[in-house]
């Protein structure tokens, strides 16, 4: 047994997030909407030259804003993939939305853009896109079936934060999109999210949403001489500390995507050779698709049991893991919820054998060869 667990995941540090937070504590403003949150949100307008972006305490609270943005009552369906994190539905069934799951593309596993126009009812509002493993969705197509049908767009870009789609970045493509910042992602502040608003018409009931249906931005802003309840909202300001500690990481945010696309090669490039030994399948990556390295992931050839790779992979110290083991469709939620169109048979066959190899800055090559002769160990057993 190895001595030392090589982990699926670690934490990095730029080096100035304890600096950044005692600044916060000094400035004597740990609410929402301080110095460093204003300075993450101009960042992030300035690289997505989006309309506006507000700074959330987690993607799912981003999501849950579009959701009330696109004023969804009960009834009213919301086109997404099943295959994605339990957020992307929840925040519209949250308002009475009902999540309509499609089928996967087999290459990228996002949503099939070819399957969208046959789920599309007279109670369709938007669609939901899920940027999968920070690889963008086929935009140009999504967005001209959401134009033809008068649908909004919505991308979860959880996992898209520094991608490119034909040079534009994740989030920006949509009329809203969400980022998450949480500590598993490739820029992190613990908890954290943003929400990014690209259809101009959204920003002034954005900022009232976020808080708590006041218009309180507008009164800080001295547009109006008192602030009051407007509308529905909710409180989805992350505190100065979680900016703070933020802002370090969007600092640096270029480097870390270089360093993790650079380990992401590592891999893609040593398991060359067990894909065409038929074992497993590499991810693709159309054309047009800057990817930001957020995960490495592998499709195990149907005839290998997933579970006994995994166990061994733990046995010999390699933290390998699965993903979205269950479905949208398949969970209790899912099943409540939301409905299915069509049958999603890519999305059944993913969920059993994708695998998910350890990928942080910090992981040596030495560590990585090491993941990668355990999982060809693994595969062969």
């Not at 490739?186 to 976020?210: C, H, K, M, P, Y």
């Not at 529905?232 to 979680?242: D, V």
Request: hydrophobic fraction near 40%; charged fraction near 20%; aromatic fraction near 8%.
């Amino acid at each position: 047994m190895p001595s030392a667990m090589i982990p699926f995941n670690k934490l990095y540090q730029t080096g100035n997030e304890i600096d950044y937070l005692a600044k916060a504590l000094l400035n004597g403003r740990l609410a929402g909407d301080g110095p460093f949150t204003q300075r993450c949100q101009s960042w992030l307008r300035q690289q997505t030259s989006c309309c506006q972006a507000l700074l959330t305490h987690s993607c799912t609270a981003a999501l849950e804003m579009t959701a009330l943005l696109l004023n969804i009552q009960p009834g009213d369906e919301i086109i997404m993939p099943s295959y994605t994190f339990v957020s992307t539905a929840n925040a519209f069934a949250l308002r009475g939305g009902v999540p309509v799951f499609i089928d996967i593309r087999y290459d990228t596993l996002n949503i099939d853009e070819n399957l969208i126009e046959a789920a599309i009812t007279s109670r369709t509002r938007a669609i939901a896109v899920v940027h999968y493993a920070g690889v963008a969705c086929e935009m140009q197509a999504i967005l001209a079936i959401a134009k033809r049908h008068g649908l909004a767009v919505v991308e979860d870009a959880a996992h898209g934060m520094m991608a490119r789609y034909h040079g534009q970045l994740l989030g920006s493509l949509g009329d809203l999109g969400a980022y998450s910042f949480h500590d598993t992602k490739n820029i992190i502040s613990g908890e954290g999210g943003s929400l990014l608003i690209n259809d101009s018409s959204f920003v002034l009931s954005a900022e009232t949403i976020r808080q708590k249906g006041t218009n309180r931005s507008r009164f800080l802003r001295g547009e109006v001489d008192k602030y009051t309840w407007e509308t529905l909202g909710s409180s989805f300001l992350p505190s100065e500390l979680t900016a703070a500690f933020l802002w370090a990481q969007l600092e640096q945010a270029e480097w870390i995507t270089q360093q993790r696309l650079a380990l992401w090669e590592f891999y893609q490039e040593q398991l060359k050779p067990v894909e065409q030994q038929g074992l497993l399948r590499r991810p693709v990556l159309p054309s047009g698709c800057q990817h930001n390295a957020h995960l490495y992931y592998l499709l195990l050839s149907p005839e290998i049991d997933r579970q006994v790779v995994l166990e061994h992979c733990k046995q010999q110290g390699v933290s390998i893991l699965g993903h979205y083991d269950t479905p949208l469709h398949r969970s209790p939620g899912g099943q409540r919820y939301g409905r299915t169109s069509g049958q999603l048979v890519t999305t059944d066959a993913v969920a059993q054998r994708l695998i998910r190899l350890p990928l942080w800055i910090g992981l040596s090559e030495s560590e990585q060869a090491r993941v990668v002769k355990v999982l060809e160990t693994s595969l062969l057993q």
